[in-house]
């Protein structure tokens, strides 16, 4: 292969500049023409490309965003928005795509490999954590150490008030922001959508644990487990404590990317540039067991959802 492109698309997460750098950089390394693609998707059907030089990188590796830009693109999900991309890139003489995002964006990748023949591979980044085929997504260690900085400075006045406070965290349906950065974080309960909660219980367990002397309490509701004006109004009826609450939203979206995620974002963009220059057929890259794995698309859509009810149960003793 002797043209590639690269792109992100869908929700933006940290480590996907560094992505694109090391896309950029490893297919000029193997001799490889390299485009970066405007607004994902929609760039493609747009024509919006610009050719990538070893200096288009430069002075990125440590920003949050994308400076590709991106988008969520309803017109990809039809066959004329592929179409038009698939001429965008037979008009550049591009063979194959880099696609970096989540879940939707892994759907356009087998819809435009699949309908047009085109090869894509497709890098896992999302600060969701949420594809079950790869053991971590980039962008998640970065959102969860954002949390945990907010954590961090929710605590020191929570305690200085003998407060308790609600902490809601983004994931969408998957629960690990939460479960990570609650046991990082040392929160006494987390609330994800993996597993159901009793809200009396936990309004009792607060009750005995100031009875204990405890005189601040943290709860983590991951997005997607419960109204937290609900989960309020159950604590404040039956302990007289009125949570104060904090929703982070966007916040954990940006930020300079995490070591893990540099290098992560580094091994993914290097592997997905050799399996284009392999000419291998369309796949996802991921890391499983701390190495670095090819899968074909069917696959990632059928592993099943995992959920590490061992760090749920940890969460549960350290937060007695
Ligand atoms: O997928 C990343 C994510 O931040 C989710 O956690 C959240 O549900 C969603 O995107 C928010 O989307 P938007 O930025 O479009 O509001």
């Given at each position: 292969?002797?043209?590639?492109?690269?792109?992100?698309?869908?929700?933006d997460?940290?480590?996907?500049?560094?992505?694109?750098?090391?896309?950029?950089?490893?297919?000029?390394?193997?001799?490889?023409?390299?485009?970066?693609?405007?607004?994902?998707?929609?760039?493609?059907?747009?024509?919006?490309?610009?050719?990538?030089?070893?200096?288009?990188v430069?002075?990125?590796?440590?920003?949050?965003?994308?400076?590709?830009?991106t988008?969520?693109?309803?017109?990809?999900?039809?066959?004329?928005?592929?179409?038009?991309?698939?001429?965008?890139?037979?008009?550049?003489?591009?063979e194959?795509?880099?696609?970096?995002?989540?879940?939707?964006?892994?759907?356009?990748?087998?819809?435009?490999?699949?309908?047009?023949?085109?090869?894509?591979?497709?890098?896992?980044?999302?600060?969701?954590?949420?594809?079950?085929?790869?053991?971590?997504?980039?962008?998640f260690?970065?959102?969860?150490?954002?949390?945990?900085?907010?954590?961090?400075?929710?605590?020191?006045?929570?305690?200085?008030?003998?407060?308790?406070?609600?902490?809601e965290?983004?994931?969408?349906r998957?629960?690990?922001?939460?479960?990570?950065?609650?046991?990082?974080?040392g929160?006494e309960?987390?609330?994800?959508?993996?597993?159901p909660?009793?809200?009396?219980e936990?309004a009792?367990?607060?009750?005995?644990?100031?009875?204990?002397?405890?005189?601040?309490?943290?709860?983590?509701?991951?997005?997607?487990?419960?109204?937290?004006?609900e989960?309020?109004?159950?604590?404040?009826?039956?302990?007289?404590i009125?949570?104060?609450?904090?929703?982070?939203?966007?916040?954990q979206?940006?930020?300079?990317?995490?070591?893990?995620?540099?290098?992560?974002?580094?091994?993914?963009g290097?592997?997905?540039?050799e399996?284009?220059?392999?000419?291998?057929?369309?796949?996802?890259?991921?890391?499983r067991?701390?190495?670095?794995?090819?899968?074909?698309?069917?696959?990632?859509?059928?592993?099943?959802?995992?959920?590490?009810k061992?760090?749920?149960?940890?969460s549960?003793?350290?937060?007695?």
């Amino acid at each position: 292969m002797k043209k590639i492109a690269v792109l992100t698309s869908g929700g933006d997460a940290p480590g996907m500049n560094a992505c694109i750098r090391a896309v950029v950089r490893t297919a000029l390394y193997y001799n490889i023409d390299v485009y970066g693609v405007e607004r994902g998707w929609a760039g493609l059907i747009d024509g919006n490309l610009t050719r990538m030089e070893t200096r288009s990188v430069s002075g990125l590796i440590h920003k949050g965003g994308t400076f590709l830009k991106t988008a969520r693109c309803p017109e990809f999900v039809e066959l004329e928005g592929q179409r038009r991309a698939a001429e965008t890139l037979a008009a550049y003489g591009i063979e194959g795509v880099v696609a970096i995002g989540g879940d939707g964006t892994f759907r356009g990748a087998v819809d435009l490999s699949n309908n047009f023949g085109v090869k894509v591979v497709g890098v896992p980044g999302t600060i969701d954590n949420d594809l079950a085929y790869t053991d971590y997504t980039l962008g998640f260690d970065s959102a969860v150490n954002t949390v945990l900085w907010a954590m961090n400075n929710l605590r020191d006045t929570m305690t200085s008030h003998d407060r308790v406070s609600l902490l809601e965290v983004m994931g969408r349906r998957c629960g690990d922001i939460a479960l990570y950065a609650g046991v990082a974080g040392g929160a006494e309960y987390v609330l994800v959508p993996e597993v159901p909660y009793d809200l009396d219980e936990i309004a009792s367990s607060i009750r005995k644990s100031r009875m204990r002397g405890k005189t601040s309490n943290m709860i983590i509701l991951a997005e997607g487990a419960g109204n937290r004006e609900e989960i309020c109004a159950a604590i404040r009826d039956k302990t007289g404590i009125d949570p104060k609450v904090t929703v982070l939203g966007h916040i954990q979206r940006g930020g300079s990317p995490t070591m893990s995620d540099r290098i992560l974002a580094g091994k993914f963009g290097v592997k997905a540039v050799e399996v284009l220059r392999e000419e291998k057929d369309s796949c996802a890259v991921g890391i499983r067991n701390n190495k670095i794995v090819t899968v074909p698309f069917p696959d990632v859509f059928s592993a099943e959802k995992r959920f590490d009810k061992s760090l749920y149960e940890t969460s549960k003793i350290l937060g007695l």
